[in-house]
């Protein structure tokens, strides 16, 4: 499996959230932010299980473009609920994080060009 991005490239995404937030991101707040955008609540305080489970939003999204999830549906207070339809591959912790910055880019490719 390659999914390789380049580094010019993950660069380029961390300097526009920089720029945009006043702060440099690391994979995990990137994730966040994913998260509250597909919530769609806006920015409010979240308790540390809402968090846990924005990170879960935005995996479960970023993952949906290679065909890992599917939005099953949303609930009833609004959050969505992902279903699990294709094995997720065994990484090393350096292959997941690569695999997840393929995805962020994905995500963020439109917003920002990449």
Do not use: R
């Not at 979240?46 to 549906?73: N, V, W």
């Amino acid at each position: 499996m390659e999914m390789e991005t380049s580094e010019k490239e993950w660069k380029n995404l961390i300097n526009k959230l920089k720029s945009d937030f006043n702060k440099t991101p690391d994979v995990n707040a990137i994730l966040y932010l994913i998260g509250i955008q597909e919530l769609g609540a806006g920015i409010k305080d979240f308790t540390k299980e809402e968090k846990q489970d924005l990170l879960h939003i935005a995996t479960c999204k970023i993952l949906s473009f290679t065909g890992y999830y599917e939005l099953e549906h949303v609930d009833e207070e609004g959050w969505p609920v992902w279903v699990n339809i294709k094995k997720l591959p065994t990484l090393s912790t350096n292959e997941q994080e690569g695999f997840l910055k393929y995805h962020i880019l994905e995500y963020f490719s439109d917003i920002y060009d990449l």
